[in-house]
């Protein structure tokens, strides 16, 4: 057990320990998780021992990061489900407001050894299912009120939304504030029932995409 889940920490111990994570969330959306450790420790305004007593290295770190991710996204989406009138709004809601579920998806594909790492935790990915979970339950409930399209299932969700979280580096600054907002509202014109032209081959299950996510 590391020791960010060891024991429960002090109050000055967990203001530091969270704003180690938020700044690492920040910058490893920035620049990816190569950062040097000690620029999140300054970025942070801890001292690098800190840091290291906290996330001993930077897997240590990037596990914390991937947990909190998910915890909040598990969350957001319960949340979403109970306090939108709709389903359909609480997808909407779900795929536009989570920053959590765009860190998450982009840190992900960052590359092959960080997807090992955190597949290789158990806590992450118990909380990557949990986030599913309920993220299947809002696709039910949406298709059942007729609002989503049938021929969709969560795999076909997931791959969309790694096109809006991934955009070319070098885009234009207005288009790249642009671009996210009007890539997710393409995907969820094209999500909405009833559907206009039926879809190739079949929906891409959970299973389809676990391996790769």
């Known amino acids: 057990m590391t020791p960010d889940a060891a024991t429960p920490l002090r109050s000055d111990a967990r203001r530091n320990r969270d704003q180690i994570l938020r700044v690492a969330k920040e910058i490893f959306a920035e620049q990816g998780v190569s950062v040097p450790m000690e620029e999140i420790a300054r970025r942070a305004d ?5 840091l290291y007593r906290r996330f001993p290295d930077r897997e240590a770190l990037i596990r914390a990061v991937f947990r909190d ?17 709709t389903a359909w709004d609480a997808l909407v809601r779900i795929m ?5 579920l765009r860190l998450s998806m982009r840190l992900h594909a960052y590359s092959a050894a ?6 290789a935790d158990e806590e992450s990915e118990r909380f990557r299912r949990a986030a599913v979970d309920v993220l ?3 696709m ?4 059942a009120e007729g609002t989503l ?9 997931t791959m969309l939304f790694v096109s809006v979280v991934h955009q070319p580096h070098n885009l234009p600054a207005e288009a790249a504030r642009m ?10 014109e094209g999500l909405r029932a009833p559907a206009a032209d039926p879809l190739p081959g079949r929906p891409l299950t959970r299973a389809d995409v676990d391996a790769g996510f």
Do not use: K, N, W, Y
Not at 114 to 119: C, H, N, Q, R, S
């Open 46 to 50: 801890v001292g690098v021992g800190t």
């Open 69 to 85: 991710s998910f915890r909040t996204v598990a969350t957001e989406t319960r949340a979403a489900l109970e306090e939108e009138p």
């Open 96 to 100: 536009g407001q989570s920053a959590h």
């Open 114 to 119: 960080v997807a090992a790492i955190v597949e």
């Open 136 to 138: 299947e339950q809002v």
């Open 140 to 143: 039910a409930r949406a298709q």
């Open 149 to 157: 399209r049938r021929d969709v299932d969560v795999g076909d969700l």
């Open 179 to 188: 671009a996210p907002g009007r890539v997710l509202a393409i995907m969820l």
